[in-house]
């Protein structure tokens, strides 16, 4: 599902959102943060994460790989959930979400400017793209 509508059949939003950002270090270790978003009838759910780990671009292949060594997320709920045990608790990631099972990797990326920034740019199959842009220390 990717769009939420009105009972009247009105265009409400999307019902998934993510956003994602990675912090690079010059030892290869990295960090990333991501927000996650879904909406359902008359709640939206949010998960803030974070990841710690190596990171590894392969400039031939055009292919970068973040193998997360640990990490953490919090969960929170907009319908009164967030009341509910568990919810805003800084919960740390199990072996589902870290190395070696999960990996997070990128292919066919590619360096572009545009409007005088450097964007690194990662395609997808239906023809859209994400683009990266160097930013301040996320807060």
Known sequence: MTQFSNYDGSYAGQAFEIAT??????DGTAEQYF????????????????????AVFDTEKKTFRFYAGSGY?????????S???GYGQRVEYGADDLHPIYVDEMKNWSL???QNRL????PYTDGS?????????PK
Request: proline share 2%.
């Open 73 to 81: 997320y919090r969960r929170f709920n907009s319908c009164g959930g």
């Open 35 to 54: 927000y996650w978003t879904k909406t359902t009838t008359y709640c939206r759910e949010q998960v803030l994460g974070y990841r710690k780990g190596t």
């Open 83 to 85: 009341q509910s045990p």
């Open 119 to 122: 964007i690194w740019r990662i």
């Open 21 to 26: 950002g990675y912090k690079f270090s010059a």
């Open 112 to 114: 572009v400017t545009e």
């Open 129 to 137: 793209f994400n683009d990266f842009t160097r930013a301040e220390d």
